[in-house]
Protein backbone atom coordinates (compact mmCIF):
# COMPACT_ATOMS: atom_id res chain seq x y z
CA UNK A 1 0.00 0.00 0.00
CA UNK A 2 0.93 3.56 -0.54
CA UNK A 3 0.28 6.77 0.86
CA UNK A 4 -1.94 9.74 -0.86
CA UNK A 5 1.23 11.11 -2.52
CA UNK A 6 0.03 14.44 -4.02
CA UNK A 7 -2.16 15.44 -0.97
CA UNK A 8 -1.00 18.19 1.10
CA UNK A 9 0.08 17.01 4.51
CA UNK A 10 -0.36 17.41 7.60
CA UNK A 11 -3.84 18.85 7.18
CA UNK A 12 -5.40 20.54 10.57
CA UNK A 13 -6.44 18.51 12.72
CA UNK A 14 -9.96 17.25 11.91
CA UNK A 15 -12.44 17.31 14.19
CA UNK A 16 -16.00 16.24 15.53
CA UNK A 17 -18.32 16.17 18.52
CA UNK A 18 -15.87 13.98 20.45
CA UNK A 19 -12.39 13.09 18.36
CA UNK A 20 -10.07 14.81 16.97
CA UNK A 21 -8.05 12.97 13.73
CA UNK A 22 -4.31 14.42 13.79
CA UNK A 23 -1.21 13.58 12.54
CA UNK A 24 0.86 10.86 15.24
CA UNK A 25 3.55 12.52 17.50
CA UNK A 26 5.86 10.84 19.59
CA UNK A 27 3.06 10.58 22.39
CA UNK A 28 1.03 8.32 20.54
CA UNK A 29 3.89 5.43 20.79
CA UNK A 30 2.94 3.54 23.54
CA UNK A 31 -0.90 3.58 22.06
CA UNK A 32 0.49 2.36 19.24
CA UNK A 33 2.69 -0.62 20.48
CA UNK A 34 -0.64 -1.39 22.75
CA UNK A 35 -2.73 -1.26 19.43
CA UNK A 36 -1.06 -3.32 17.23
CA UNK A 37 -0.20 -6.21 20.46
CA UNK A 38 -3.89 -6.22 21.29
CA UNK A 39 -4.59 -9.99 20.27
CA UNK A 40 -8.34 -8.34 20.13
CA UNK A 41 -7.98 -5.37 17.82
CA UNK A 42 -5.63 -7.61 15.35
CA UNK A 43 -8.38 -10.92 15.57
CA UNK A 44 -9.18 -10.24 11.73
CA UNK A 45 -6.18 -8.63 10.48
CA UNK A 46 -3.71 -11.15 10.65
CA UNK A 47 -3.32 -11.60 14.60
CA UNK A 48 -1.25 -9.53 16.78
CA UNK A 49 1.95 -8.71 17.05
CA UNK A 50 5.01 -9.78 19.42
CA UNK A 51 5.03 -6.85 21.83
CA UNK A 52 8.89 -6.64 21.84
CA UNK A 53 9.44 -6.64 18.43
CA UNK A 54 7.25 -3.62 18.48
CA UNK A 55 9.40 -1.82 21.01
CA UNK A 56 12.50 -2.52 19.33
CA UNK A 57 11.11 -1.83 16.01
CA UNK A 58 8.30 1.15 15.89
CA UNK A 59 9.49 4.58 15.08
CA UNK A 60 10.13 7.61 17.86
CA UNK A 61 7.03 8.89 15.41
CA UNK A 62 4.99 6.30 14.16
CA UNK A 63 2.78 5.91 11.47
CA UNK A 64 3.39 9.27 10.23
CA UNK A 65 2.60 9.36 6.19
CA UNK A 66 -0.10 10.93 4.63
CA UNK A 67 -3.82 9.26 5.08
CA UNK A 68 -2.51 8.03 8.37
CA UNK A 69 -4.88 9.76 11.41
CA UNK A 70 -4.49 9.19 14.78
CA UNK A 71 -8.05 9.48 16.62
CA UNK A 72 -7.58 11.25 20.23
CA UNK A 73 -10.06 11.26 22.58
CA UNK A 74 -9.58 14.00 25.27
CA UNK A 75 -5.46 13.97 24.37
CA UNK A 76 -5.49 10.31 24.12
CA UNK A 77 -4.53 8.29 21.28
CA UNK A 78 -7.57 5.43 20.99
CA UNK A 79 -7.42 4.35 17.77
CA UNK A 80 -6.02 4.08 13.91
CA UNK A 81 -7.76 5.27 10.61
CA UNK A 82 -5.83 5.39 7.67
CA UNK A 83 -6.57 6.08 4.06
CA UNK A 84 -4.07 4.82 0.78
CA UNK A 85 -4.15 4.02 -1.88
CA UNK A 86 -4.27 0.37 -2.76
CA UNK A 87 -1.21 -0.97 -4.78
CA UNK A 88 -1.59 -4.77 -4.76
CA UNK A 89 -4.48 -6.90 -3.58
CA UNK A 90 -4.91 -9.55 -6.03
CA UNK A 91 -7.88 -7.98 -6.91
CA UNK A 92 -7.26 -5.82 -9.73
CA UNK A 93 -10.15 -3.73 -9.82
CA UNK A 94 -8.99 -2.49 -6.48
CA UNK A 95 -5.02 -1.22 -7.54
CA UNK A 96 -5.07 2.34 -7.38
CA UNK A 97 -8.62 2.98 -5.79
CA UNK A 98 -8.66 4.31 -2.18
CA UNK A 99 -8.71 2.35 0.76
CA UNK A 100 -9.53 2.57 4.40
CA UNK A 101 -8.09 0.93 7.16
CA UNK A 102 -9.08 1.44 10.85
CA UNK A 103 -7.86 -0.35 14.21
CA UNK A 104 -9.19 0.66 17.75
CA UNK A 105 -8.32 -0.04 21.32
CA UNK A 106 -10.66 -2.39 22.63
CA UNK A 107 -11.59 -0.04 25.68
CA UNK A 108 -12.87 2.00 22.97
CA UNK A 109 -15.19 -0.19 21.41
CA UNK A 110 -19.04 -0.10 21.10
CA UNK A 111 -19.46 3.99 21.74
CA UNK A 112 -19.29 5.03 18.30
CA UNK A 113 -15.94 5.96 17.71
CA UNK A 114 -14.78 3.83 15.12
CA UNK A 115 -18.03 5.66 12.66
CA UNK A 116 -17.29 9.16 14.23
CA UNK A 117 -13.65 8.76 13.01
CA UNK A 118 -14.05 7.12 9.58
CA UNK A 119 -16.72 9.41 8.99
CA UNK A 120 -14.77 12.73 9.70
CA UNK A 121 -11.90 10.68 7.69
CA UNK A 122 -14.21 10.10 4.49
CA UNK A 123 -15.29 13.82 5.13
CA UNK A 124 -11.72 15.06 4.59
CA UNK A 125 -10.96 12.75 1.84
CA UNK A 126 -13.95 13.72 -0.07
CA UNK A 127 -12.41 17.62 0.30
CA UNK A 128 -8.67 16.54 -0.74
CA UNK A 129 -10.16 14.21 -3.40
CA UNK A 130 -13.53 15.25 -4.31
CA UNK A 131 -15.32 12.41 -7.04
CA UNK A 132 -13.20 9.98 -5.66
CA UNK A 133 -14.62 6.21 -4.58
CA UNK A 134 -13.23 4.53 -1.19
CA UNK A 135 -12.58 0.70 -0.56
CA UNK A 136 -12.96 -1.16 2.22
CA UNK A 137 -11.50 -4.55 3.03
CA UNK A 138 -12.42 -6.87 5.72
CA UNK A 139 -13.12 -10.68 6.66
CA UNK A 140 -16.93 -11.20 6.22
CA UNK A 141 -16.87 -12.93 10.04
CA UNK A 142 -15.80 -9.93 11.32
CA UNK A 143 -19.58 -8.20 12.12
CA UNK A 144 -18.67 -5.40 13.98
CA UNK A 145 -16.62 -3.94 10.68
CA UNK A 146 -19.10 -5.30 8.82
CA UNK A 147 -21.97 -3.55 10.77
CA UNK A 148 -20.01 -0.18 10.59
CA UNK A 149 -19.20 -0.24 6.24
CA UNK A 150 -22.99 -0.77 6.06
CA UNK A 151 -23.55 2.11 8.87
CA UNK A 152 -20.60 4.55 6.58
CA UNK A 153 -22.42 3.83 3.15
CA UNK A 154 -20.15 1.19 1.85
CA UNK A 155 -21.96 -1.61 -0.59
CA UNK A 156 -20.52 -4.91 -1.64
CA UNK A 157 -18.67 -5.47 -4.33
CA UNK A 158 -17.03 -8.94 -3.68
CA UNK A 159 -16.30 -12.02 -1.49
CA UNK A 160 -13.20 -13.70 -1.91
CA UNK A 161 -10.89 -16.06 0.21
CA UNK A 162 -7.40 -14.59 0.94
CA UNK A 163 -5.27 -15.01 4.29
CA UNK A 164 -7.55 -18.22 4.59
CA UNK A 165 -10.64 -16.18 5.22
CA UNK A 166 -13.76 -14.61 3.11
CA UNK A 167 -13.10 -11.17 2.65
CA UNK A 168 -15.86 -8.58 2.06
CA UNK A 169 -14.73 -5.96 -0.56
CA UNK A 170 -17.54 -2.95 -0.03
CA UNK A 171 -17.15 -0.03 -1.94
CA UNK A 172 -18.34 4.00 -0.92
CA UNK A 173 -19.09 5.63 -3.85
CA UNK A 174 -18.25 9.78 -3.53
CA UNK A 175 -20.89 11.97 -2.17
CA UNK A 176 -22.58 13.76 -4.72
CA UNK A 177 -24.76 17.58 -4.29
CA UNK A 178 -28.95 16.78 -4.39
CA UNK A 179 -30.37 18.82 -7.27
Not at 74 to 102: C, S
Not at 139 to 160: C, D, I, P
Request: glycine share 10%.
Amino acid sequence: MEDLGSVPWPPEPVRTERLVLRESEARDRAAFIDLLASPEANAYVGGPRPRDELERRTPEVPQQWPGSFVVDLDGEMIGHVLLRRTTETGRPAAVGKADLGYLFLPRSWGLGYGAEACSAALGWFEGVCPGEPVLLTTQSANLASMRLAAKLGFTEVERYQAWGAEQWLGMRSPVTPSA
